[in-house]
Nanobody, 127 residues
Framework: QVQLVESGGGLVQAGGSLRLSCAASGRTLGSTGMGWFRQTPGKEREFVAA????????VYVDSVKGRFTIAGDNAKNTVYLQMNSLKPEDTALYFC????????????????????WGQGTQVTVSS
């Protein structure tokens, strides 16, 4: 089992920044990548960003490109999401996820390719 714990969420004004962290523990050996997803009430979970440990490939949803940056430290089993120029529409519960198998770059965007999930951290952006 792998446990994931997110932190760093909070309330910020539009245009501000937050940095989310996700620490993985447990049977992390064999992890192939991690990702961030977000969800608002009544809506489906949305992919935000992901990183693959092999080759350090990163992928983003178009709405956050140029504003969010995902980075990770495989040795520390930690992934970060630096969020700049935040907008009210970024308000959501943000989850990190860990993947143990191989996938394609498109597969990195798909929640079902991830094996473990954290409990989430709330990000609220006020206008």
């Amino acid at each position: 089992q792998v446990q994931l714990v997110e932190s760093g969420g909070g309330l910020v004004q539009a245009g501000g920044s937050l940095r989310l962290s996700c620490a993985a523990s447990g049977r992390t050996l064999g992890s192939t990548g991690m990702g961030w997803f977000r969800q608002t009430p009544g809506k489906e979970r949305e992919f935000v960003a992901a990183i693959g440990w092999s080759g350090r490939r990163t992928v983003y949803v178009d709405s956050v490109k140029g504003r969010f940056t995902i980075a990770g430290d495989n040795a520390k089993n930690t992934v970060y999401l630096q969020m700049n120029s935040l907008k009210p529409e970024d308000t959501a519960l943000y989850f990190c996820a860990a993947r143990m198998g191989l996938t394609t770059p498109d597969g990195m965007r798909v929640g079902t390719t991830y094996n473990y999930w954290g409990q989430g951290t709330q990000v609220t952006v006020s206008s």
